[in-house]
């Protein structure tokens, strides 16, 4: 038998994390690495944050899971912290991004639905999302590597290029429920929509009985430097899929929508047997305490100017490889020229100097650090990058 236990779905890395501490991560060779991952916009406390341990041990102590046929004292006072703090009404709690996007496509579907208007199922979506794994969600992408051999997929959605809003428009029909985008891009390659863009959907829902759906699973809780992204356009959605950093770490997502736009979701409509237990709802109130605390909103803000600035400073020095530097608060990214290849800078950066990054669409190196970062870990980021540029160029030119 040839096939791994794990199965062989990833092109693992050699680097194997045995341990985190703040910022960084610890290999199994007791290798020391420098987390500007977070797990993908995941740990957005860092790892081994002191009041999430304590949090988790005595959750797990006290009460685990019980299931959604009892009522949840902390799911009601975390979703309603939630509706405090944004634009929604009501939350689904999930354990992951795909899940809270595909209770989003549920939500708006079910919308037109309990409006007699089944037939307004199609959500048009666009190039170089990423909205999940789950047959729903990769529906709503064009690309074939997620797509090939899945086929058929869920019907009721239109891909169209992102930032084009004549093309979104135009592709508006009878059919339509809604529009579902990220405002922020992430594994796309990092790219925001434009202000017109989002403002644009949004009067279009609103001209024409639509939904704007936004996925913020990457983009959203905290990592653009507001607590969700969409606040930066003055646009606000009818119907929002968050997961990553809600959670910091711990499997949770959450669907968030107005009164009005889940008017369908009655009774039986959906469900989840972990989602919302109490074990991850305790996770929740304290990423969000945290999250929400005086000062750290303005520190993301603080810290994502600062990183910004110190990339841009980079390019110069480095112009054939570099090309401009993209995102928002500390979800950025910087293009990389075709003459080198990203994928293979945050080999290059991981192996030789310490330094933990993601790829991204577009040729992007996509750096996404916790949000508890402080001057001292930029600057060794910077020094990474930097001293990688000049051995990554080296080496090409060898
Ligand atoms: C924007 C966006 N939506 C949805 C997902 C899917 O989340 P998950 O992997 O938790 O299912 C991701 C994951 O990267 C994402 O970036």
């Known amino acids: 038998m040839s096939i791994t236990p794990l199965m062989p779905v990833y092109p693992r890395c050699d680097v194997r994390p045995v341990r985190g501490e703040g910022c960084y991560l610890i290999g199994d060779r ?3 690495y420098l987390d500007f991952a977070s797990g993908i916009a995941v740990n957005l406390l860092g790892h081994g944050h002191p009041r999430l341990v304590k949090t988790i041990a005595d959750q797990a102590a006290t009460l685990m899971h019980t299931s959604n046929l009892y009522g949840m004292p ?11 703090n ?15 996007v595909e209770c989003a496509i549920k939500t708006a579907r079910r919308y037109h639905y309990a409006n007699g208007a089944a037939h307004r199922h199609k959500i048009i979506s666009f190039d170089n999302a990423f909205h999940g794994r789950t047959l729903g969600t990769i529906s709503a992408t064009s690309q074939p590597k997620m797509r090939d051999g899945f086929e058929p997929l869920l019907p009721g959605f239109q891909v169209v290029p992102f930032n084009d809003l004549d093309a979104a428009l135009a592709a508006v029909d009878d059919h339509t429920a809604g529009f579902l985008l990220e405002p922020v891009q992430g594994e796309g ?32 809780y905290a990592r653009t430097g507001t607590f969700f992204a969409h606040e930066q356009y003055g646009v606000t959605p009818d ?13 949770l ?40 605390a005086d000062g750290f909103l303005d520190h993301v803000k603080a ?3 600062r990183l910004r600035a110190a990339l841009e400073q980079l390019i110069p020095n480095h112009d054939d490889m ?31 100097h310490g330094l933990l990054a993601v790829s991204a669409g577009q040729n992007v190196l996509r750096i996404l650090p916790p949000l508890v970062i402080d001057e001292s870990h930029i600057a060794e980021a910077i020094e990474k990058i930097s001293a990688g540029a000049r051995s990554f160029a080296e080496a090409k030119a060898a």
């Open 189 to 220: 390659g990092v790219t925001p929509a434009t202000a017109a863009f989002l403002t644009g959907l949004r009067k279009a829902c609103d001209d024409h009985g639509l939904l704007l759906i936004l996925d913020e699973v990457q983009c959203g």
């Open 86 to 100: 944004s634009f929604a009404d009501t939350v689904f709690f999930t354990n992951s991004g795909a899940e809270a």
């Open 74 to 84: 902390m799911g009601e006072d975390f979703a309603q912290r939630l509706v405090d």
């Open 253 to 292: 997502g959450a669907c968030l929508a107005t009164e009005e736009a889940a008017k369908g979701m009655v009774f039986g409509t959906h469900g989840s047997t972990y989602g919302g237990n109490p074990l991850a709802m305790a996770v929740g109130l304290t990423v969000l305490d945290e999250v929400l």
């Open 30 to 32: 007791g290798e020391r």
């Open 322 to 352: 570099f090309e401009d530097v993209r995102g928002m608060g500390l979800m950025l990214g910087v293009r990389m020229s075709d003459a080198y290849d990203a994928r293979a800078f945050v080999a290059h950066l991981r192996d030789h």
């Open 239 to 251: 119907i929002m899929a968050v997961a990553k950093g809600i959670g910091a770490g711990f499997p």
């Open 303 to 305: 810290m994502g100017a």
